[in-house]
């Protein structure tokens, strides 16, 4: 999955209480360098719809 680091804590809460694990593995790690349009784009994938 990919998404922002603001959205960690949201996505960890929705993933434990879907998945069927005890303790499912959700990890994060900071992008510290990458292709700027492909940042772009998860920002723009990651917005919430009006």
Known sequence: ???RAALFNEIESM???LHSYD???I???ALTAG???YFDWIDQETQ???
């Open 27 to 29: 990890v994060s790690w």
């Open 15 to 17: 993933i434990k209480s």
């Open 35 to 37: 292709n700027a349009s």
């Open 1 to 3: 999955m990919k998404s």
């Open 48 to 50: 919430k719809s009006a």
């Open 23 to 25: 303790c499912p593995a």
